[in-house]
């Protein structure tokens, strides 16, 4: 029989570990550095609600004490047309205002508008001193939007909108979807003014057990992968829970081959908000490749080694738990 020598077990162990090592790309700094990076992700998502609970404290003091409604603004500065849209036509660099004309406004709306006037101080104190914030904004329960910064909202909508019922910020929030009245995150969605993917934290504003309206932040999947992920070297993406990628870098894009993740863009009406089609779950791709991802990304473990599409690959995915989706890593071995 064949007997190895001392030297000689000792090359074979190196050579094993070696084969180990070049078998998974992953060390111990990527690790720290993407968790890092998805708490700093999270930390913006965490602070996003923080505001909303402030602005809603705010909403709910105003429907408490509305005292004289006087607003802030001259009344010169909104327009009606012959659609009974009530709205702001010009940007005077404070808060929009676009009612839909579902409900005619009339002296009560009028006076309802100038009471949340008083939110608009709030709105642009929060954008300002956010750097991710895209928009803030009220919807109210007569179809009546509030909102910073302008957005030329008239542009994009359609008079005789019921916003309770198109906006998936507001019905999402509202008693039948939401019961419980807890402040949520809405599901990423192609926003109805011309903004593209977006997510937002919304939250209900109930005063004597009537629903009022929803106060909602959006957050555009260009600014998220602007700040955290498209001008990194390394093969980054983020996915939800339901495996659908909201942001991901060219590189990672190469490498995945995903139809449908080119950036969106329109320039037509969109008279609703829209949720991103189930085709662009990950779970539903036509490759078995980008199904094993999506299988590992639902499961418990942190790290996994695949094939996709014949380069091996060394994946590490860590939670962003305040919104539910996930940083991910992919490392060609």
Not at 10 to 20: E, H, Q, R, T
Not at 125 to 138: A, E, K, T
Not at 148 to 175: F, I, R
Not at 212 to 233: N, W, Y
Request: charged share 25%; with cysteine.
């Amino acid at each position: 029989m064949f007997k190895l020598c001392g030297m000689s077990k000792f090359i074979i162990v190196i050579l094993m570990c070696s084969l180990c090592v070049s078998c998974n790309a992953v060390s111990k700094s990527d690790r720290v550095e993407i968790k890092l990076l998805a708490g700093q992700i999270n930390a913006l998502f965490v602070q996003a609600r923080k505001e909303i609970e402030i602005l809603k404290v705010a909403a709910l003091a105003l429907l408490e004490n509305p005292g004289d409604a006087k607003g802030l603004f001259d009344s010169k500065r909104y327009t009606t047309t012959k659609n009974y849209i009530y709205y702001t036509p010009i940007d005077d660099g404070q808060c929009e205002v676009w009612a839909s004309g579902h409900i005619p406004i009339g002296g009560s709306e009028r006076k309802r508008i100038k009471m949340f006037e008083h939110l608009c101080p709030d709105l642009q104190n929060i954008y300002n001193r956010s750097n991710f914030v895209d928009n803030i904004y009220l919807t109210t329960y007569d179809s009546i939007v509030m909102g910073y910064p302008y957005a030329d909202m008239h542009a994009y909508m359609q008079s005789g909108l019921d916003l309770t019922k198109v906006w998936v910020t507001y019905w999402a929030a509202a008693e039948d979807a939401n019961p419980k009245k807890k402040t949520l995150w809405v599901n990423p969605y192609i926003d109805a003014v011309g903004r593209g993917y977006m997510t937002s934290i919304i939250t209900p504003v109930y005063y004597n057990n009537f629903l009022e309206g929803t106060l909602g932040i959006d957050i555009t999947v260009d600014l998220i992968s602007d700040k955290f992920i498209a001008l990194s070297q390394k093969n980054l993406m983020i996915v939800t829970g339901r495996t659908i990628p909201v942001a991901i870098n060219k590189n990672s894009f190469n490498i995945l081959r995903m139809k449908g993740l080119e950036k969106y863009n329109y320039l037509k009406k969109e008279p609703e908000n829209r949720s991103i089609s189930s085709s662009l779950m990950m779970t539903k791709n036509s490759s078995k490749d980008i199904q094993a991802i999506a299988a590992w990304i639902t499961g418990p473990k942190k790290e996994i080694d695949l094939m996709i599409f014949g380069e091996e690959y060394s994946l590490i995915k860590e939670k962003i738990p305040e919104i539910g989706w996930f940083l991910i890593e992919l490392k060609k071995n």
